[in-house]
């Protein structure tokens, strides 16, 4: 299948298709078009409605390639309305129907503090209020049915869930969701699948998500809180994604597929059933992106950094490889779906600088967004951001990309000097120190995923996208020590490159919670049961299959690849070695148990063929821009003509290079060139390293 869900006859080169990305950011959407193997690209404002946004960045994309919209063989697409509608919660109106006694699960949660000594948290309101939440007489076990579904509490559950929804239209408002969680339905999903039943019946056009399809493993407040999660999004998500691809089908472009956290695109009709697997669908298409690139240029140990105009994205990749997480919190709500593992913070372009009740210097998280945008975009814009600091210490041109907003130098200076009159410093020491404040939570971020997990950033690469990123990569990595950068091609619209090379994919998991061990039988078993017809939803051309495992008395598992021998004694020794790498010991003569299986149904689609082009010549034009020494003369360089001038040797900084959608930053000391594979390599002069 394509993206779109089609089948391609065999004889097609998918190599050769021509294929749209689209990546829908806080600020910007971002769209790439490969065709003949060649990349175009547009880079639009976010819009309110990000459907019009993404067919208006399709529209102009298509015209940069001179190309027809019905040639177009693959249609991609990323978004944050998932992330947004969680975050902003403003989510479907969902009530949740549970097992007698357990009414208040989402509210209790796991009573863990996420601040040591703040005995009085602030939690965020449930996703479903507590008149919102409705308890059935029904129990499952273990073993078994202990308590039958009657139908009476069927036919009582209904009345009442129809009186709410009554009552709620008085109100103007309306019942949109039901989050169906009972107990023990990972191992018994029958009482699950009849009052889904019933309810579709009762209240039609009321979406549900059964916590038994969402996320059939034990923990219950995880698997609620994740099918709330579902409940809420789904709704919203699926409206979006039905106006967009009926903007599509009017527009000739095929039907889109949609990226999914894990990494892998799901066709339109799967993703609109049920929206928590999309909830990280951007950043994980960067990180696709990311690793596609890189490997172009030999590198595969890296640390992807994402900084767009919201937010910064930070992920570590080992051997080509991202790591999934299922241990994720979004908006104060565990969603406990494969995600790639990305660290999110609230810094990028648009951040907003402001000074704390102490009087410190603050970056972020509130952004300025697309509209009015920071200062300088001359949109009625009035506080400082990292882009206006970049502005006016000379980073950024008179212009933000080819195709980007024209930026005013005058009009950043003006909002840069209130806060330098309220700090008492001069302009540019409050645009230095904007830069840095907002470099040091960057830094924070890349210290978590690398550092605080085990790993020397040092032998890693700095693979820098995102509207912003480059432009504070080579800071970042004086911080942390590390010699090389790697700024991809297309490195200012990575995420909608990412989409055209991801792998189609589906998860599944289900707890067969195993005590001290498990005969390799009983887990051939198990998987068997779990593949039956798993594959065929996908067209997936190879299963991969995966175990979380825990010595007795752990709270917590740890992910293995299943051998294809299915011997446990085997499977165990990979856990201990895995916990010795993850945590530096193992619990020696410990007993190892299996708690869930694993799988993920994938088909890899072969990535686009991208020329190598001959470009302009080498040209360029000077600046000045502020370094640790001072103001200097800096060239400036077009990365379209940077191809004759550093592919023999690099230049040596300081210097700009200025991409379609992005900047490089090359200050003393580092010098850049441009690889074989069209990415820019940044190293530090002193190291020696290229």
């Known amino acids: 299948m394509d993206g779109a869900g089609k089948t391609q ?186 009052l889904a039943d019933a309810l579709a019946s009762a209240l039609p056009g009321v979406h549900v998500s059964l916590s038994s399809e969402v996320l059939p493993q034990f923990r219950e407040y995880e698997r609620f809180s994740t099918t709330a999660v579902d409940a809420y999004l789904t709704p919203v998500v699926a409206s979006y994604l039905m106006r967009l691809g009926e903007g599509a089908d009017a527009a000739g472009l095929p039907s889109p597929a949609i990226m999914q956290s894990s990494g892998g695109v799901l066709p339109l009709e799967q993703a609109t059933a049920s929206a928590a697997p999309l909830l990280l669908s951007g950043p994980a298409a960067g990180v696709v992106g990311a690793i596609f690139t890189a490997d172009r240029s030999e590198v595969e140990d890296l640390i992807a950094f994402d900084m767009g105009g919201t937010s910064t994205d930070v992920t570590l990749v080992r051997g080509g490889a991202a790591s999934i997480t299922t241990e994720r919190e979004i908006g104060g709500s565990p969603v406990a779906l494969p995600m790639v593992d990305v660290h999110t913070i609230g810094a990028g372009g648009g951040s907003i600088a402001w000074i704390d009740s102490g009087g410190a210097l603050r970056v972020g998280p509130e952004s300025a967004g697309a509209d009015p945008g920071p200062a300088c975009y001359g949109r009625g814009g009035e506080m400082a951001t990292v882009t206006d600091a970049n502005l006016y210490l000379g980073y950024l041109g008179g212009r933000l990309g080819v195709d980007g907003p024209g930026l005013r130098r005058d009009l950043a200076e003006v909002a840069l000097q209130r806060l330098a009159r309220l700090l008492k410093i001069t302009t540019e020491e409050v645009a230095a120190g904007i830069r840095r404040v907002a470099n040091a939570e960057m830094v924070k971020a890349l210290r978590v995923i690398s550092v605080e997990r085990g790993h020397d950033p040092r032998s890693f690469a700095l693979a820098a996208f995102g509207g912003a990123g480059p432009m504070h990569a080579v800071d970042l990595a004086e911080e942390l020590s590390m010699t090389k950068i790697v700024i991809p091609d297309s490195c200012g619209v990575l995420s909608a490159l990412g989409m055209l090379v991801g792998e189609e994919r589906r998860d599944w998991v289900r707890t067969v919670y195993s005590g001290e061990g498990l005969e390799s039988a009983d887990l051939a078993a198990a998987f068997s049961e779990l593949e039956a017809g798993k594959a065929a939803e996908t067209g997936g051309e190879s299963l991969w299959r995966r175990a979380d495992m825990r010595y007795r008395g752990q709270s917590h598992e740890l992910t293995i690849d299943v051998p294809d021998s299915m011997d446990f004694t085997e499977l165990a020794s990979a856990f201990e070695a895995a916990h010795e790498t993850a945590y530096g010991y193992r619990a020696e003569g410990e007993p190892v148990e299996l708690v869930n299986i694993r799988l993920a149904s994938t088909r890899e689609r072969k990535p686009p063929r991208l020329s190598r082009e001959h470009r302009a010549e080498s040209s360029a034009s000077r600046r000045p821009a502020c370094f640790a020494d001072g103001w200097v003369e800096t060239v400036v360089y077009n990365r379209e003509g940077l191809w004759s001038a550093s592919e023999e040797a690099g230049l040596a900084g300081p210097l700009i290079v200025e991409d379609e959608e992005a900047t490089t930053v090359v200050p003393p000391g580092w010098q850049v060139m441009l690889d074989k594979a069209g990415n820019l390599v940044v190293s530090n002069n002193i190291a020696g390293s290229s």
């Open 9 to 194: 006859p065999d004889s097609v080169d998918e190599r050769s298709l021509t294929l749209l990305g689209i990546d829908v950011g806080g600020t910007f959407t971002d769209a790439v078009l490969v065709a003949g193997g060649r990349i175009f690209r547009a880079k639009l404002p976010t819009t309110a409605d990000q459907s019009e946004g993404v067919l208006a960045a399709a529209r102009a994309v298509l015209a940069k390639a001179g190309i027809a919209a019905a040639d177009v063989e693959g249609f991609f697409h990323g978004m944050t309305t998932a992330t947004n509608a969680l975050l902003e919660r403003k989510g479907a109106l969902t009530a949740s129907v549970t097992t007698s006694g357990f009414r208040d699960i989402l509210e209790i949660g796991r009573q863990n503090r996420p601040r040591l000594y703040d005995l009085c948290p602030q939690r965020p309101e449930p996703l479903v209020p507590r008149e919102l939440r409705f308890t059935v007489g029904e129990r499952t076990g273990p073993a078994g049915v202990t308590e039958p579904l009657m139908a009476s509490e069927i036919d009582r559950l209904a009345m009442e869930l129809r009186a709410a929804a009554a009552s709620l239209a008085e109100e103007s408002l309306e019942l949109e969701a039901i989050a169906l969680c009972l107990l023990f339905s990972f191992a018994d999903p029958s009482h699950e699948q009849e």
